[in-house]
């Protein structure tokens, strides 16, 4: 399929940190052998990778969500990893918040309505 998100990087000042980060909030694992000390490749449970954390200027561009099964869970943990998150809010897609994790890099969660996604 055409015009979908195909790869994707987040941008962080500390790779370690969002590493452990990631890690920590969505079980992320990354792929040593394609990984570089400015570049780390996130494997996904098929073995596939899709996308990863560089080693840069923390940048704000589009916004990327992350489909969650539970917003308010996610948010606690964001918190608890020392990131900070907002207050969810919901709409007709579902429910949703736009948090930053340790290092100040912002992302959205998402947590599809049923029947929505």
Not at 4 to 27: I, V
Not at 61 to 72: E, K, P, R
């Amino acid at each position: 399929m055409e015009n979908r998100l195909g790869y994707f990087t987040l941008d962080t000042p500390d790779l370690t940190k969002a590493k452990a980060f990631y890690s920590g909030l969505f079980g992320w694992t990354f792929d040593a052998h394609s990984s570089k000390s400015t570049y780390a490749h996130v494997t996904e449970a098929d073995g596939s990778v899709t996308f990863g954390i560089v080693r840069g200027e923390k940048r704000d561009f589009s916004h990327l969500y992350f489909q969650v099964a539970d917003v308010d869970a996610a948010c606690a943990r964001v918190n608890e990893l020392g990131g900070r998150a907002a207050v969810p809010s919901d709409s007709p897609s579902g429910r949703s918040a736009v948090v930053s994790d340790d290092q100040g890099v912002s992302f959205g969660l998402w947590q599809p309505a049923p029947g929505y996604a």
